[in-house]
């Protein structure tokens, strides 16, 4: 169980690394530099800090199940 888990947070620090470096990549395609800095925003504004408690989106009990239905089918 150990190996699992050092397998599955080595998978996760690679997919991270692999992810900042594709998206810094599109940052500098882009034509202009406010066109790289609205990517970098949108794209990474969650993996290098952690939301808020008022950022996060809360439901009704009828929009979970809602979503749940929709998810599930």
Do not use: M
């Amino acid at each position: 169980c150990v190996i699992c888990r050092q397998r599955y947070w080595r998978a996760c620090k690679e997919q991270r690394r692999q992810f900042i470096s594709e998206v810094a990549t599109q940052e500098l395609l882009q034509l202009k530099a406010l066109d790289g800095v609205r990517v970098h925003r949108e794209f990474c504004q969650y993996i290098f800090s952690k939301p808020s408690s008022n950022e996060k989106i809360t439901l009704t009990p009828a929009e979970e199940r809602r979503l749940h239905h929709l998810l599930d089918s």
